[in-house]
């Protein structure tokens, strides 16, 4: 049984930071993708960040610059280092993953399992 828990979530002003965290568990590919999504107010689901197993990575161009991903797969664990928010941050925030052939590591639809999010909201 896949399982993936995020937390970290919360509630910041403008220009704070929040630390994200997905565990990711019982996936059969050891190498695989883990990714990190949002559902905006406006009910759009974006990528954020992803990063393959061996380290090669991709950001939102909305993030670059603010976000950090990593991951420690010791812990099947995915974060997500996220400074200078903004309030277009806001949303719920999804960790995601996916076998490690995923050709476009920001697209919804090549994850196989998916968490139940964890929410993020950023004031002025």
């Known amino acids: 049984q896949v399982q993936l828990v995020e937390s970290g979530g919360g509630s910041v002003q403008v220009g704070g930071s929040l630390n994200l965290s997905c565990v990711a568990t019982g996936y059969s590919h050891s190498r695989n993708i883990l990714g990190w999504f949002r559902q905006t107010p406006e009910n759009r689901r974006e990528g954020v960040a992803a990063m393959y197993t061996g380290g090669s990575h991709r950001y939102a161009d909305a993030v670059k610059g603010r976000f950090t991903i990593s991951r420690d797969d010791e812990k099947n664990t995915v974060f997500l280092q996220m400074h200078n928010l903004k309030p277009e941050d806001t949303a719920m925030y999804y960790c995601?993953?996916?076998?490690?052939?995923?050709?476009?590591?920001?697209?919804?639809?090549?994850?196989?399992?998916w968490g139940q999010g964890t929410q993020v909201t950023v004031s002025s």
């Open positions: 995601a993953i996916g076998p490690l052939w995923v050709a476009g590591p920001l697209q919804t639809y090549q994850y196989d399992y």
